[in-house]
């Protein structure tokens, strides 16, 4: 069983940066692709970014790429989206998910454990 708790979101305004953090129970982290996905209201969950198990492989969707950033330290059990850049449609609940293999890395059913979820709003 593996549990992810979420933090770092919060109120930006349009054009500057924020950080999530995703914490995760467990001592085989090190072992377990971990993704980023958001959903905004009235929206499906969309992918925004993975990174494989020793942090060596990184994909992001397109709408992020250039602005965020996927990273990981295995010796704290977290996983990182350091987000730049920031837009209001970037607004949405980000979660934090986990599986053992590392593609498809953007498809959200593939992900077996899943966080609360933290809300990012981004003002204009």
């Known amino acids: 069983q593996v549990q992810l708790v979420e933090s770092g979101g919060g109120l930006v305004q349009a054009g500057g940066s924020a950080r999530l953090s995703c914490a995760a129970s467990?001592?085989?982290?090190?072992?377990?692709?971990m993704g980023w996905f958001r959903q905004a209201p009235g929206k499906e969950r969309e992918f925004v970014a993975a990174?494989?198990?020793?942090?060596?492989?990184?994909y992001y969707a397109t709408s992020v790429r250039g602005r965020f950033t996927i990273s990981r330290d295995n010796a704290k059990n977290t996983v990182y989206l350091q987000m730049n850049s920031l837009k209001p449609e970037d607004s949405a609940v980000y979660y934090c998910a986990t599986k053992r293999v590392f593609a498809p890395a953007s498809v959200a059913s593939t992900y077996g454990y899943w966080g609360q979820g933290t809300q990012v709003t981004v003002s204009s």
């Open positions: 990174i494989s198990s020793s942090g060596g492989i990184t």
């Open positions: 467990g001592r085989t982290f090190s072992t377990y692709t």
